[in-house]
Structures are given as C-alpha cells and as structure tokens.
C-alpha cells in the first residue's frame, strides 16, 4: 500500500489511507457505504429543539432590558456597546443569589430534558414509547353518558378511550379522556376549522359520514374529554388487504375525506391508522383527531413537526423553521398508512427506515423501494399504486389525483 503524501511530503508510514472493506465473495476491496443511520442522527438533531445553559437563558432574558438601560431608544448595536451589555449582564449574573440561579439552572434543565424526550420520540417507534394514560379515577358519569368500567379500551401519549353508555336512550360511545385540558382544547380548535367549513357550505350535509363529530364534551371539571360514536380505529385491525373488496372501500373512503379537507384549504398534519375510526358492519370509514389541523395559509410558520415519525414524510424530517406542510406531504402519510392498514405492518419503524426508502426511490432502485416490510407482502399492482404516494415530493400524486385516477381500484384486481 502506498502511502499518501502530506502537504506535498512523503507522509510517514503510519499515515496510510484506511483499509478499504474486501467482498468475500470475489476479493474486490470497496469503499464502504454512506450510512442512512449517520443521515437518520443528522436529521434528528436539527429537528430536536435546542437546549441552553442557564447562564445563556439568563442573558435571553436580560438583554433587552440592559440594551434599553445603556443605549435607550437605540436599533442595531455596535461591538463594542454590544460587549459592554454582555459584561453588565455578566455582573448581574454574578450578584444573583442561588435560589435565584436556581431558577434558571430549572428551566435549562428542562429544556435539556425535553430536547432527550423529543430525540427518544424521533429514533424510537412509536409503539414503544411511554404513554402516560389518564385515569378516570373516581369518573363515573359526564353529562348524560355513563363510564361502563374503569379499563381503556385504547391508550396514546395524550389520551385515552374509554366506554360509555347514554343514561336515557342506551347508546353506546367513547369518550377520549384527556390528561392535560390544553390537548382537549387543541383537538376542539381542529374540529372547529372543520365544522366551519359545513358551515360555509350548507349544501353538503355528509360531515358525519366522513368525520368522527363530538356528541359531548367537557372541557372544565376533573375529567376533560370529548365523546364520540363507538368506533375502534384502523390501527392494529390486521392485514385489511386480505378483503380487496373491504380495502377498495377503505381506501376511497380515507382519501375522499382527505381531499375534501385539502379543496376547502385545511391540512389534518396527523395522517395515519390510529386517526381514522372503522366500522365493519356499516364498512364506513371516519377521519378523527384534528388536534394538529391547520389552514394551508399557516403552513409555514409550524409550531411543532407534524404527523407521527412512521408518516412523516422524508422533506419535513428537518429543522422546524425550514418544515413546511403541504398537500403533498398528506398524500405521503396517507401512502404510509394505506400500507399499514393493507399489510398489517407499519412500513417504517425508524427515520433511517424513511430516508433508506427515500434514497431507494430516487434512483432507478424503484424494486428495491418494493422490497419495504410491509410493501412486499402486497400484490405488485398495489404496490405500484402506494409507490404513487410513497414517491419524491416532486414525482408524488395528491391525494386529489389518486382519488381521481381511482389507484385505490387495484385492490379489486384478481392475484
């Protein structure tokens, strides 16, 4: 091996160039492979929030007062007038008291541990993350509807469902418990943007057709929750695939209600199984969980990164200031999901999963894109039509076109 050369010396016989890994099978050294898991790490950190030191958080807070002390009713400052407010701060830092530091040193620490909370949720799959359910505790009644038991019937991260039983007329329901009184208040700002639009459009009277409408709901009391018709969601129901006919009507269903969202300007930002609520009997399909909903004209300025990470698709996997929802991004999730419900199997457990697919289906590697978990358990004509979906943003169908393209018929074709 011949060594290389140091700024134009012969280097020394310890600066080699690394060994290159050999192919076992024919003897051909090759350079390694960019690894999609150092891509995965990259994307991760410039998503999670930063984390500051409670000397900086000091500083955030004491600027502008101090500025305003030293150069009143100045703009822009030089160096060095900027240095000597930096030194002011720098004094006053040192004269606070430790109960005083105290403060500061609680907020930088959580910040530190909402930035490990936010990582965890990026690089682990979503079933094994914590969920910190709530309890009924000593519930047993709200409004008209009664608790039928104590046991969830499903849990998540900021809610939980439960049974409940109309006093008078017998009905059954669910009633979503929430543990903190904001999230109930975000889910009903959503469905707010969504009765608006039946508002502005009383022509069309199907929005419990397509949509899961609150019966009741509490906002004030021990017990913040919303209470909906008793449908269990798509998320864990099985390989839906099995059924063509069933997974034909699904899919029309899911993609209908999407597309009347996006032709009246909203973004739903919490596509998948888990957000949609199935009947096998009535086979109807609702849309549900409009905590994350949005209008279009907002969609550059987010607050949050949207969708669960197994339905994020690859171009919102980036800092939060460059993230911008669109109706392309929907058609992604909505590709993800259709995969899952079909299939049985989430089709991406990890961001690494994401952007290797990604990379896959860039190039002319469009098979090996195929070969995800839970795309190869499908027909190549489903594949095809998910793949629509599943595509690079600029090549990606909207849900719009899909629906009018009827992709969703291939799974009516016979094997």
Avoid at 65 to 85: I, M, N, T
Avoid at 122 to 146: F, H, K, M
Wanted: charged fraction near 25%.
């Amino acid at each position: 091996m011949v060594p290389r050369r140091v700024s134009g010396k012969r280097a020394p016989e310890h600066v080699l160039e690394p060994e290159q890994p050999e192919d076992a099978a024919f003897g051909v050294k090759r350079r390694p492979a960019k690894r999609t898991e150092n891509l995965a790490a990259a994307a991760v950190r410039s998503m999670a929030p930063s984390k500051r030191t409670a000397y900086a958080l000091h500083v955030q807070h004491e600027y502008p007062r101090q500025k305003e002390s030293l150069f009143p009713g100045r703009g822009k400052l030089k160096q060095r007038e900027h240095r000597q407010v930096i030194s002011e701060i720098g004094r006053l830092w040192h004269e606070l008291s430790n109960d005083e530091k105290a403060l500061y040193e609680g907020d930088a620490s959580a910040e530190s541990q909402h930035r490990k909370e936010v990582i965890q949720s990026l690089q682990v799959p979503e079933e094994q993350l914590a969920c910190a359910a709530p309890t009924l505790g000593d519930a047993i009644r709200i409004g008209s509807w009664e608790f039928i038991g104590k046991e969830p019937l499903a849990t998540g991260r900021s809610s939980s469902l439960y049974l409940v039983q109309h006093s008078i007329l017998k009905k059954h329901a669910q009633a979503a418990v929430y543990l903190q009184k904001d999230d109930l208040q975000e889910e009903l700002r959503g469905l707010k943007i969504l009765s608006n639009i039946f508002a502005e459009n009383p022509e069309v009277d199907w929005m419990e057709a397509l949509y899961m409408v609150p019966l009741y709901f509490l906002v004030d009391g021990p017990t913040p929750c919303i209470v909906h018709e008793h449908l269990p969601s798509l998320h864990g129901y099985g390989a839906m695939g099995d059924n063509s006919r069933l997974m034909r009507d699904v899919a029309e269903q899911m993609a209908t209600s999407l597309k009347f969202l996006h032709e009246h300007g909203v973004l739903h930002l919490d596509i998948r199984p888990k957000s949609w609520f199935f009947s096998v009997s009535e086979n109807i399909t609702k849309l549900g969980n409009f905590h994350a909903a949005i209008l279009e004209a907002e969609a550059t300025n987010l607050k949050f990164h949207p969708y669960a990470t197994g339905y994020r698709p690859p171009e919102l996997h980036c800092a939060l200031h460059d993230a911008v929802a669109t109706r392309h991004a929907e058609a992604w999730a909505l590709g993800a999901s259709l995969a899952h419900i079909a299939s049985g199997e989430p089709p991406f457990q990890t961001l690494a999963a994401i952007l290797k697919f990604q990379a896959q289906a860039k190039t002319a590697k469009r098979h090996e894109a195929a070969s995800n978990p839970a795309l190869k358990l499908l027909r190549d004509p489903v594949q095809l039509a998910l793949l629509r979906l599943l595509s690079p943003e600029d090549q990606r169908l909207s849900v719009s076109e899909w629906l009018e393209q009827k992709q969703f018929s291939v799974f009516l074709l016979e094997p």
